[in-house]
């Protein structure tokens, strides 16, 4: 079956615009995850949603960073005034089940880059 | 400071040879991941587990939750195996948090 698919794959903002990150996890797959990777970093958790309750956002960096799943599949992740510092892959996750420490599956990211 | 730690950070081998990456972390863990991620991005999860020993093909992982370490190994080496192996641990939350990876290279 497909997998966790993002879009776009590669991103490029000029500083101080809004961009929007879509992530579509896995049908029927309950908890979302995203993730921020700074290049040469491991990954870092941003947020996290059961359905379309966003559990634990304490991985946002800044107020301009919003997070969304309003019918709890397709979920969005949207900068507001992108700064350099925003440079970095997002990557959303997804798991099946609401209990905890499920096996997640990693979508292929996107890219973005800031000038 | 960083609470989950691989071992070596860049690795190169021979094709053939057996490969060991470490992952220590600071306190106690509901369950750990490793993940393979290639250029470009994509991860995969290779194993999650909480106690014991887990094998797929030539990977093979095994925690020891006394020491809080856990060892990724690879038989017979191959240049298709080259990428990066990322370690990550749930303590007792949801939140992956994630070791800075191990780079490896394998030459045929």
């Known amino acids: 079956g497909a997998g966790v698919s993002q879009s776009p794959r590669y991103k490029v903002a000029k500083r101080g615009q809004d961009v929007a990150l879509r992530c579509d996890p896995i049908?029927?797959?309950?908890?979302l995850f995203w993730y921020q990777q700074a290049l040469g970093q491991g990954p870092e958790f941003l947020t996290y949603?059961?359905?379309?309750?966003?559990?634990?956002k304490s991985g946002l960096p800044s107020d301009r960073f919003f997070a969304e799943r309003p019918e709890g599949s397709v979920s969005t992740l949207k900068i507001q005034r992108t700064q350099q510092e925003d440079s970095a892959v997002y990557l959303c996750?997804?798991?099946?089940?609401?209990?905890?420490?499920?096996?997640?599956?990693f979508g292929p990211g996107t890219r973005l880059t800031v000038l | 400071k960083n609470e989950v730690e691989q071992s070596p950070q860049n690795l190169t081998a021979q094709e053939g040879e057996f490969i060991t990456i470490n992952c220590s972390y600071s306190v106690g863990i509901s369950a750990l991941h490793w993940l393979q991620q290639h250029p470009g991005g994509g991860i995969v999860s290779l194993f999650m587990l909480s106690s014991g020993k887990k094998k797929h093909g030539r990977l093979i992982a095994t925690i020891n939750i006394q020491e809080k370490h856990s060892s990724l190994h690879i038989t017979a080496s191959h240049p298709r195996d080259s990428a990066v192996y990322i370690c990550a641990v749930y303590y007792n939350t949801d939140k992956l948090i994630f070791g800075t990876g191990t780079r490896l290279q394998v030459f045929p």
């Open positions: 049908s029927g797959h309950v908890s």
């Open positions: 949603f059961q359905n379309e309750a966003q559990l634990d």
């Open positions: 996750a997804s798991s099946l089940s609401d209990t905890p420490y499920n096996e997640q599956f």
